[in-house]
């Protein structure tokens, strides 16, 4: 099984009277192994909302009195960190991410990053004990699913984070592996059903199926939207279509990652 890693996001304004960096958003990441011929030996790939929700408006909509002060935030005010988290979900190791990154386009939301020195991460991670070289996964080639005839006997493992309340009342992240099946599949994208639904912590771990294939990378999950739901009564077809996959966990295929590394 893969062991868990994950990305914070900090911020700073100094023009707002902010003297120090503090937690923008935090989540889950997946290593991914580049080709031979790619100037890193490593990819760092996560959900894009996690690295810049100042980003994504749908997700961390402005107009909401809480969240107005994303409007000053911006891609220079933030430092990307790589992270690994105890059982009990305090921070052990933080690991410069370098700050050019590249996202995906048309919306997908993915971003790739790589460690401000590899060599140096990685002699930070074996000095915990961890091999970068044997943490980091090969995606799968293969379309997992035929979005033309699906089968849901596919059992996958969704590595992440949870994210939980503390008996302070204090957010915790904790690593956490979410067992699920396939439920739905489109060419963009894989639908997860799980016993419990999934939180944004474990947004950006890697999905990985029953041959220990890393074969997607967790994206977000369908919430319920009465009003959604509402609208679509008019057309059965999508209404059910849209019932059938609430509180799925949506996975970005490894094809999908593949070709947005340029790595096909």
Same mark, same amino acid.
């Not at 580049?34 to 996560?46: D, E, G, T």
């Not at 939301?109 to 074996?126: G, H, K, R, V």
């Given at each position: 099984m893969a062991r868990v890693f994950g990305l914070g996001s900090y911020f700073c304004l100094p023009e707002q009277g902010m003297t120090s960096f503090d937690v923008?958003?935090? =989540? /889950?990441?997946? #290593? *991914?192994?580049?080709?031979?011929?790619? $100037?890193?030996? &490593?990819?760092?790939? /996560?959900?894009?909302? #996690?690295? &810049?929700? !100042?980003? !994504? $408006?749908?997700? &961390?909509?402005?107009?909401?009195?809480?969240? @107005?002060?994303?409007? !000053?935030v911006g891609e220079k005010d933030t430092q990307l960190k790589f992270q690994v988290r105890s059982e009990s979900g305090d921070i052990s190791l933080e690991i410069p991410i370098a700050s050019t990154t590249r996202m995906a386009p048309n =919306?997908?939301?993915? #971003?790739?990053?790589? !460690?401000?020195? @590899?060599?140096?991460?990685?002699?930070?991670?074996?000095?915990? =004990? *961890?091999?970068?070289? @044997?943490?980091?996964?090969?995606?799968?080639? @293969?379309?997992l699913m035929n979005p033309v005839a699906p089968d849901p006997s596919i059992k996958l493992n969704l590595v992440g984070h949870d994210l939980l309340k503390n008996e302070f009342g204090l957010e915790v992240m904790k690593p956490i592996t979410l067992a699920g099946e396939l439920n739905f599949a489109t060419r963009q994208k894989y639908f997860a059903k799980t016993a419990t639904p999934s939180t944004m912590g474990l947004c950006g771990g890697p999905a990985i199926d029953g041959a220990n294939r890393v074969v997607g990378i967790v994206e977000a999950r369908v919430e319920s939207n009465t009003r959604q739901l509402e609208a679509l009564k008019e057309d059965p077809e999508k209404h059910r279509a849209l019932v059938a996959i609430l509180d799925n966990t949506v996975i970005i295929p490894s094809t999908v990652i593949s070709a947005f590394l340029g790595e096909e």
């Open positions: 923008l958003s935090r =989540g /889950s990441l997946s #290593i *991914i192994k580049a080709a031979p011929s790619s $100037p890193v030996k &490593y990819h760092l790939v /996560s959900a894009a909302h #996690i690295a &810049y929700p !100042f980003k !994504f $408006p749908r997700l &961390y909509p402005t107009d909401q009195p809480h969240l @107005e002060w994303l409007t !000053f =919306g997908l939301d993915l #971003i790739a990053m790589q !460690f401000e020195d @590899e060599a140096a991460a990685e002699a930070s991670l074996a000095s915990h =004990g *961890i091999s970068l070289s @044997e943490s980091a996964a090969t995606l799968h080639s @293969e379309q």
